[in-house]
């Protein structure tokens, strides 16, 4: 198995600062921003309520309704209690359908670039990713053509995120519906649609593939509060899903872990009742430092780039560098480059190997407008020889 290679920069960038090197780190999907002060309230007055016993393994019963409240008015997604399973984390969420899915030799698709850890949770409940490639100029989304070509008898889930990290991708609802088009021809595959970065979304209505009637007792949609709600830590996910799916995550997780954390649960109830407008201060500034990133690197020779609709990536075809030496530096592929930008920049990014498209790289700008800024001066100054 493969390590996470967003953590393993996010350690490579802890490491080089502990040195005393003045690292701008752009590589982890992480929030800058302080959880709302809302949220903690809620969580300090479950700690005064005495909340500090096991929880049910698949959540309070008041964050499911409020789960349940929410996908009906985000996503006009009606489920009930026994479709609903709190997790820690949405990571915890995807490796739960994985191993209660797949058998050996289950095939996966996974539209490139996917999530640094989808390939790796599928090889570890035995199934095995199909990768489809994408590119810049398809705006890195799956066609119906590219996907009727990819499924086999074999051919047991599709994994996809909308907003897609590490692309910033959205699929419309128009798009959705052609994906759909083709999943109906083939009633045994079921999809995975991991919707965390929902509410960063920088176009319009967030559209989930189970909104449509023919596809709704074939998926099951992930999400979770880290993103949005900056709660990385706080390490709470959730899926909405056919019930003998949920049944089966239950099962599974009731072996591994148990029930999510006491006092998040909590404060997660309080963050979901919350209207959306509540952390729209958090979603403006992102936009706000896409549109700086993206001016900013525009004007760096050799990024190609398509401009994110979500999420808090850009994604930049980097391959122009690929065969040249820089400041001594050979650059082969994009980890190479990665490299080179961490090391003569001091500027941490994600290679996209790790996502399945080996001509990008990953940058975060879920940092300050000074970091930003001055990360991309240096990225300039570093590749003026090139």
Not at 28 to 55: C, H, M, R, V, W
Not at 359 to 375: G, K
Request: charged residues 25%.
């Amino acid at each position: 198995m493969s390590t996470s290679q967003t953590l393993a920069m996010a350690a490579k960038t802890r490491e080089l600062k502990a040195e005393g090197k003045d690292i701008i780190g752009l590589s982890l999907g992480e929030p800058d921003f302080n959880t709302p002060d809302f949220i903690k309230e809620a969580a300090i007055q479950a700690i005064n309520d005495n909340y500090n016993s096991y929880t049910p393994v698949d959540g309070y019963v008041e964050l499911k309704d409020a789960i349940i409240n929410k996908f009906k008015r985000d996503n006009g997604l009606t489920y009930d209690r026994s479709q609903v399973v709190v997790s820690t984390g949405a990571k915890q969420s995807l490796a739960n359908v994985a191993m209660v899915m797949l058998n050996p030799g289950d095939e996966v698709i996974l539209p490139c670039p996917y999530w640094v850890s989808y390939a790796e949770i599928v090889k570890l409940a035995e199934g095995v990713p199909v990768e489809v490639p994408t590119s810049v100029e398809s705006d890195f989304k799956m066609t119906p053509q590219q996907l009727e070509a990819a499924i086999t008898p074999k051919t047991k889930m599709l994994w996809y995120s909308s907003p897609s990290n590490p692309s910033g991708m959205v699929y419309s609802k128009e798009e959705l519906r052609a994906l759909a088009d083709v999943l109906v021809k083939h009633p045994d595959i079921v999809v995975v649609s991991d919707e965390i970065y929902e509410h960063i979304n920088f176009v319009g209505d967030h559209a989930s593939m189970a909104q449509f009637e023919d596809m709704y007792d074939r998926v099951v949609t992930v999400n979770g509060v880290s993103k949005a709600f900056a709660m990385t830590g706080w390490r709470i996910g959730y899926i909405g899903a056919p019930a003998e799916i949920a049944r089966a995550c239950n099962k599974m997780q009731g072996q591994i872990t148990s029930g999510a954390n006491c006092i998040a649960q909590r404060a997660v109830i309080t963050a979901l009742e919350a209207p959306v407008s509540k952390i729209q201060y958090m979603i403006d500034r992102f936009k706000s430092r896409r549109k700086l990133i993206i001016d900013l690197l525009s004007d760096i020779k050799g990024f190609t780039i398509t401009e994110p609709e979500g999420a808090f990536y850009v994604f930049p075809d980097v391959s122009y560098f690929f065969g040249k030496t820089i400041n001594g530096y050979e650059i082969k592929d994009a980890t190479d480059f990665s490299m080179f930008l961490l090391e003569k920049a001091l500027v941490a990014t994600v290679t996209g190997d790790a996502f399945g498209s080996p001509n990008c790289i990953r940058l975060s700008y879920a940092a300050s407008e000074t970091e930003i800024e001055e990360a991309m001066k240096r990225i300039k100054n570093a590749l003026s020889e090139a």
